[in-house]
């Protein structure tokens, strides 16, 4: 089993830490207490989805390192990423004596891994965490980078804070649980690491979409080391998103957010929500001359072939367009795109004018 195993590193100084991707690790416990060394309290954060399953193996498993383990479970879903699910956390952890030397374990999705990894934030003042992430779009995305937070009414992700995980484990038979409609959503973000970052890997991805959806172990860890590498890379890069290469990895979501906004968010699952945002976004590419109708078919090809949607409905374009003139990727009030130039490359650009973002959406 090892010897099928990746490890990608976060060069972060002294924040670094690896991203452990495998299969059947969360058994056992051995990488993840090898990693996290001895600790005298480990909580483990649990979706209640998989509480019974896999965050109680992962607590099992810790049993060996940690002098003391406690389970909280958090119930699933977006509406737990919340200031009163967050105050409940950090009251809990009070609650059984979590000192500054405690280690918080988030076992579930990115709903975990933001809200659990914020309460390890903001707990004393900082405690540190782990991520085991259980959705593939947590373990392609989220769970690396560092970003963690909650919800407040009507605005995503609007309080958090920037805290580094010590370690990320990945075991990819997690996913074989998870519904199919969640898989195919996270693999939107899959295509966006292809379409703006890298051409051989969109290559690969297109050659590979039959294993990709049966959820083959090696295709499927593979594509998520890739995923974790070009993550890793960014971040190392532009932690903060201070200089313009992280947002690269928003290709898709400026379109993407209007239309989880425009949609009350219950219409389509966020990976859903930007693979039409990807397709709108290589329409305009299109419009304004940077790719080809070629490249644009092609991206469109794939996303048909993985199960991705195309807009089921119309959108109003004016709604549309004040949803994005809202979202943090607008600068003061202009809009502003990632756009693909060809394959493997996408750059931030600005000055799009309204009417070109709306012949796109009419
Ligand atoms: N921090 C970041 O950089 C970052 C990046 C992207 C997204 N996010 C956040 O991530 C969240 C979305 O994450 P998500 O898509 O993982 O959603 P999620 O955490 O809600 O999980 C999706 C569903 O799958 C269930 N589930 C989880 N693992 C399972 C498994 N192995 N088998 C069966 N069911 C399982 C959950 O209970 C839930 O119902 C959003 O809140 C988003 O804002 C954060
Ligand atoms: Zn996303």
Redesign the pocket.
Known sequence: MASESITVRVSLAERAYEIHIGSGTIDGGTILGERLGRVPHAIVIA????AD??ASRVAHGLAGTADRVDTLVVP???S??CVAELNRLWNELLRLGAGRDACVVAV???????LG?FAAASYARGIPFAQV??????QV?????????I?LPGA??MV?AFWQPRFVLIDTS??????RR?FI??LA?VVKYGVALDAAFLDFLEANTGPLLDREPSVLRRVIARCCEWKAAIVAEDERETTGLRAVLNYGHTFGHAVESLTGYGEY???EAVAIGMRLAARLAAILGRIDSAFLDRQDRLLDALGLPRAARRLEPDAMLAAMRGDKKASRGRLRFVLPSRSGRAELVDGVTDDQARSVLG
């Open positions: 979706d209640s989805r998989i399953s896999y699933s879903g977006e737990s990423k579930g999705g990115g709903v975990i891994g933001d990894g992430p259980t959705t593939l779009l947590s995305d989220s769970s690396v980078g560092g970003k963690v937070g919800n995503k992700n958090g997690t996913l074989a649980t998870l519904p969640e959503a996270g973000e699952l966020h990976g």
